[in-house]
């Protein structure tokens, strides 16, 4: 019996194995392009030049991590916010957009703040044709993506659908920041 393992472990060139090879080969070239349509790994998405900006300002911990999450090719990222100043920080708050004022977002940079890149990132899906969406299912959809990619590469980061990082999302709180992406100090 011939098994996959033994053509690619015998560097033999006889007739009979080299078709066998060449009918392997095509067949893997098969299931990589299915694997590639199930997984949207065909995809490929680049941050825009403004996200990308936004990105460099943020902790490169936390920014690896939103790098990684896009090039998984399974939804498109958009970056709201990195890294705000005194006066973003403020004018948000003034509108009823953040819930606290400068320096105390993980967000604020600067002397007050104590830290030159921010420590949060706020993402939301982007849809082709209809541009970055806040809707709560899509910002569910990318944090379990983000937060798995996290996982994977040991960066211990909050989401601000689960604040207290237990095994219950958005049911056990009365604020959510779905957008919202935190470092967090490795103890928990
Ligand atoms: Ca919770
Ligand atoms: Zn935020």
């Known amino acids: 019996m011939m098994t996959p393992d033994m053509v690619i472990d015998d560097p033999e060139d006889s007739i009979v194995m080299s078709a066998w090879k060449q009918r392997w080969r095509s067949k893997m070239k098969a299931a990589n392009g299915y694997y590639n349509r199930l997984h949207g790994g ?10 990308q900006e936004k990105l460099s300002t943020v902790d490169p911990r936390l920014a690896g ?14 970056i709201n916010f990195g890294a705000r100043d005194e006066k973003t920080q403020n004018r948000l708050f003034s509108e009823g957009k953040s819930k ?57 980061i909050r989401w601000g659908g689960n604040w207290d990082q237990d095994g219950e999302p958005l049911l056990d709180q009365g604020f959510d920041d779905l957008a919202h992406f935190e470092l967090v100090r490795k103890e928990r």
């Open 65 to 78: 991590v939103l790098v990684e999450a896009l090039k998984l090719g399974i939804i498109d990222i958009y």
């Open 100 to 156: 606290v004022q400068y320096p105390n977002s993980k967000h604020n940079i600067g002397e007050k703040a104590g830290r030159e890149l921010s420590e949060a990132v706020d993402a939301v899906p982007y849809i082709s044709g209809r541009g970055p969406l806040w809707d709560r299912a899509l910002c569910c959809f990318l944090a379990g993506i983000v937060l798995t990619t996290a996982h994977r590469l040991g960066v211990p």
């Open 42 to 51: 065909n995809v490929s998405y680049r941050y825009s030049v403004q996200s």
